[in-house]
Every structure is written in structure tokens, then in C-alpha cells.
């Protein structure tokens, strides 16, 4: 007779905020838990709210709180694929690339390939995540999803030192659609990031700025990198009076002119006066130099026409001036189209251009907007910021798809 010892306790599970519920899950996700004991279910639905609660701040505390569920519902698929996103956004990319997997192959639905073939970069596998974005699955997808896995494609390109494929990769009909998508800002973005990396930074520009203009939640970094390309610095007032230990202090006021200093008023000085001071090397008094600023003004303001008429004079002596064509900034994916084929000529091996490559090389793999790793296939990169060359995870609520549907629903 077999004698069972005391039964081994698992981790300790995260404390969950009384007012979560559970009850705050989509009712297709509910349904995969009635497998579940009533109270074994409410503890994982709570668990997955924490979830999914809190992948955007603290995906390490996200991914705990995966864990504790799939320990209590290892067989449910909608938990497995809530450790594998939580373990993506921590930068856990093969217990990602598991966890999906098994998910995939419990519910029949692929709606989460983008993250799957982004895992595979992150383990410096490029290779393996083209071969995802050509497989039979890939055709199922919806249309956010085959936009994230065409981001993915291009990084992977961009990895594999193909800068020309990584741009063509991103030429879809979806980037210059008119109607503005949740997948837009990001698309742009990855588009801009790969035009940089090709050497076209005027187009990059161009579309570093689309970026921004759509992306009004702040979800990249797309104003920031439009303003360092251009040489702009950009100061967070409210940060600079945090570092102070409060508000900024207020400017003292001027001092008050002297009626002394009122009778000699300077009329408009020479560059002499202007750039030194007096002679005498006493400082300068402020309501002098208010006065002589405005007198400065009033000058150049008279000056200014003159100027102008001078720019148009030798606008207007410059030959050809109107013939010329237009610049690279006006640039855009269609020049790209037609340059397609310069790209593919010459091509004899499948890695070399846009299709699928062969599996077994190793390469680096990105992050974000480009930096690289060890050339390792097996070693896991550090967690890194947030991804904005990689896809926006679809949420594992999603995983609700039935096995030979159309592969998920759309965000």
C-alpha cells in the first residue's frame, strides 16, 4: 500500500483587489470556465481580470497572476493564452512562444500568430517568425492581425540586414488607407522606422509625422523621434518642477525706472553700445534696456519688406527655379511598388528577398526600433521597453474563436 505524503504547496498567489469580481470578463471568455468548480471559477476569472488589468504597467505582476491561474486551470485554452501574452509583455519570450502554442492548439483559433512569430525574434530566430507569417494560418487571419504580423515581417527583414525588403514588407493597402485603425499609429511608425533604416530619412520624416498625428493616445514614440531628426529639444515643464521640489519659482519683477533714468532715456544705439554696455562698465539699467529692445524692434520690422523683396529678386534670377521636380519628402509607398522588382533582380536564394527564407541560420534580433542581441538561437534577450516595431497583443479575451474559424474576431 502506497502512503501519500503531505501534499506539496504551490507558490503563493497574489493578493486580488476586493472590488475585482470577476464578473468584469466578456461572457465568451466566462463560458470557458464553467468546466470549472463555481468557486475554483471565480478565483481564476479574478485572476484574469488582474491580468489584463495590469499588463500595461507591471507585466512582471501580470504575468504572477497568469501563473495562479493556469496553476488552477492549466486545461482551459483562454487561460493558457493569458500566461503566454502576460509572459510576451514581460519579455519571457520562449514561455510566451509555449503558452501560445498549447493555447493554439486547444482552441483551433491562430489570432495570436503575430505574438507567436515576434517571440521568435526575440530568441534571434527571424527565420522561424517569416516562416509563421507564410504559413497556411497566416492567410486566415483578420485584418488587424494581418497588419501586426506584417510589422513583425518587417522587423524580422530589418534583422536579418534587408532594409529594401523590410520597407516592402510594410506596403500594404492599410498604410495609406484614409480611415484611421488602431493598428495605424504603429503601422506608420514601423513604416517610418524602416525607411530610417534604409537611408530615406526625408520620407522617413514624412511618415514619422503621420505617426504622430494619428497617435493620439501616446502609444509610440513617434513625436519624440520626429523631433530628435530635426534637432528638437523638447523640455517637460512639468517634469522640470518636479525636479525642483514643486512649481517653478516665479521671475522677480523688473525694478521700477527712476524718473532720473526716464529723463535720459537712450534713443536707437550703435552695434557698440548695444553689444557692451556703457563705457564705463556700469551695468545697464532694465528700463534702458526694454527701451532700446523695442527701438531694435521697430528697426528691423522697417527692415523687413526690404529683406523680402530682396528674397523674391533673387528667387526670381534663379534660372529653372520653377522646373523643379519634386523632392524626396513628397516620396511615398508607390515609388517604393514600382521599385520592387529592382529588389527581387538577382535574387536566387529565398532568404534573400521578401518571400519566406530557410530556417536553421541564426541572426539578431531587434528591439523596438533596432537594438540588437547576441547571435544566439537559444539565449532569451532581456525584457525590454515596450516593442514599437513589434505587434499590439491581442488581448487574450479574444482567444474565444471556435477550432476552423476565421481565426479570431477583430479589435
Do not use: C
Not at 265 to 273: F, S, W, Y
Not at 330 to 339: C, I, L, S, V
Amino acid at each position: 500500500m502506497r502512503v501519500l505524503g503531505p501534499r506539496r504547496e504551490g507558490p503563493a498567489e497574489p493578493q486580488i483587489p476586493a472590488d475585482v469580481t470577476g464578473a468584469e470578463l466578456e461572457r465568451p471568455v466566462r463560458a470557458q470556465l464553467r468546466t470549472l468548480s463555481k468557486a475554483n471559477a471565480e478565483v481564476v476569472s479574478r485572476h484574469l481580470v488582474m491580468t489584463a488589468r495590469l499588463l500595461p504597467e507591471d507585466p512582471q505582476l501580470a504575468y504572477t497572476h497568469a501563473m495562479a491561474a493556469q496553476r488552477r486551470a492549466g486545461r482551459v485554452a483562454v487561460v493558457r493564452e493569458a500566461v503566454g501574452v502576460a509572459a510576451y509583455h514581460a519579455g519571457l519570450w520562449s514561455e510566451a512562444l509555449s503558452e501560445l502554442r498549447a493555447a493554439r492548439r486547444m482552441s483551433g483559433s491562430s489570432h495570436q500568430l503575430p505574438l507567436m512569430a515576434d517571440a521568435e525574434r526575440g530568441l534571434g530566430r527571424p527565420e522561424r517568425a517569416l516562416e509563421l507569417a507564410t504559413s497556411p494560418e497566416a492567410a486566415s487571419l483578420a485584418e488587424a492581425e494581418r497588419v501586426e504580423l506584417a510589422i513583425v515581417v518587417s522587423g524580422a527583414r530589418r534583422d536579418l540586414g534587408q532594409p529594401d525588403a523590410a520597407v516592402l514588407a510594410l506596403q500594404i493597402p492599410e498604410l495609406t488607407a484614409t480611415a484611421t485603425h488602431a493598428y495605424t499609429p504603429r503601422l506608420r511608425y514601423a513604416y517610418a522606422a524602416a525607411l530610417l533604416d534604409a537611408r530615406r530619412r526625408d520620407e522617413a520624416l514624412v511618415w514619422f509625422a503621420r505617426a504622430a498625428d494619428s497617435d493620439q493616445d501616446g502609444e509610440t514614440d513617434a513625436e519624440e523621434r520626429l523631433a530628435e531628426l530635426q534637432g528638437i529639444v523638447i523640455t517637460d515643464l512639468d517634469e522640470d518642477a518636479d525636479d525642483n521640489g514643486g512649481d517653478a519659482p516665479a521671475a522677480e519683477p523688473a525694478p521700477a525706472a527712476s524718473e532720473s533714468d526716464a529723463d535720459n532715456a537712450p534713443g536707437p544705439v550703435g552695434a557698440a553700445e548695444s553689444d557692451h554696455g556703457d563705457v564705463d562698465g556700469s551695468e545697464a539699467d532694465p528700463g534702458d534696456v526694454r527701451a532700446a529692445g523695442a527701438d531694435a524692434a521697430e528697426a528691423g520690422g522697417a527692415q523687413a519688406p526690404a529683406a523680402m523683396a530682396g528674397a523674391q529678386e533673387l528667387s526670381a534670377a534663379q534660372p529653372g527655379a520653377e522646373d523643379a521636380g519634386p523632392s524626396a519628402v513628397d516620396a511615398g509607398p508607390e515609388g517604393d511598388m514600382a521599385e520592387a522588382g529592382a529588389i527581387h533582380a538577382g535574387d536566387s536564394e529565398p532568404g534573400d528577398g521578401v518571400g519566406p527564407v530557410e530556417a536553421g541560420s541564426r541572426s539578431v534580433a531587434a528591439a523596438d526600433a533596432g537594438p540588437s542581441v547576441a547571435d544566439t538561437a537559444d539565449e532569451a534577450r532581456p525584457a525590454p521597453e515596450p516593442r514599437q516595431d513589434g505587434p499590439q497583443p491581442v488581448t487574450f479575451s479574444d482567444a474565444t474563436t471556435p477550432a476552423g474559424a476565421d481565426g479570431g474576431t477583430e479589435r
